[in-house]
């Protein structure tokens, strides 16, 4: 799975009206946080 802005994009549309944090959480089980900000 490529992490880009486009990915970042589509997953904030998916957790519209979800907390923050909860994103996060969702990025730090994927991995390294920095992942997402690379393609």
């Known amino acids: ?3 880009g802005i ?3 994009e589509e ?3 998916f957790f519209n009206g979800t907390p ?3 994103v996060f ?3 730090a089980e994927r ?3 920095g ?3 690379y393609a």
């Open 25 to 27: 959480h969702r990025f």
């Open 35 to 37: 992942t997402k900000f």
């Open 6 to 8: 486009k990915r970042i």
């Open 1 to 3: 799975i490529r992490l």
């Open 20 to 22: 923050i944090i909860e």
């Open 31 to 33: 991995g390294n946080l």
């Open 11 to 13: 997953d904030w549309s």
